[in-house]
């Protein structure tokens, strides 16, 4: 079985900066997708970065260009760069892997396996 558990979540105030790390327990084989949703209050699960095992990363329009998703040597360690920070990017992140490559990824119905999420809050 695979667990994941997400670390490095806070609090900020807007223009920062946080990383947060994504440590997946057991095998998640190959192929494999990988990605961080984010949950704000009242709202949806957003899908905003997502890796594979061929490690091409595809970002949410809210986070391009702000957010950088990467993956660790052994890849049983994704990690999310927030830099930049908003206060509309507050909310619970969560990670979120599938044994294989997955259609939407921004879906939340395409991952079968999700972490307990962290918070992040950014103060403006």
């Known amino acids: 079985q695979v667990q994941l558990v997400e670390s490095g979540g806070g609090s900020v105030q807007a223009g920062g900066s946080l990383k947060l790390s994504c440590h997946v327990h057991g095998d998640i084989g190959s192929p494999y997708c990988m990605a961080w949703f984010r949950q704000a209050p009242g709202k949806e699960r957003e899908g905003i970065a997502t890796?594979?095992?061929?490690?091409?990363?595809i970002y949410g329009d809210s986070v391009k260009g702000r957010f950088t998703i990467s993956q660790g040597d052994a890849k049983n360690t994704i990690r999310l760069q927030m830099s930049n920070l908003r206060s509309e990017d507050t909310g619970t992140y969560y990670c979120?892997?599938?044994?294989?490559?997955?259609?939407?990824?921004?879906?939340?119905?395409?991952?079968?396996?999700w972490g307990q999420g962290t918070q992040v809050t950014v103060s403006s």
């Open positions: 890796i594979d095992n061929d490690a091409d990363p």
């Open positions: 979120a892997a599938d044994r294989r490559y997955v259609g939407k990824w921004s879906e939340t119905r395409e991952f079968g396996f």
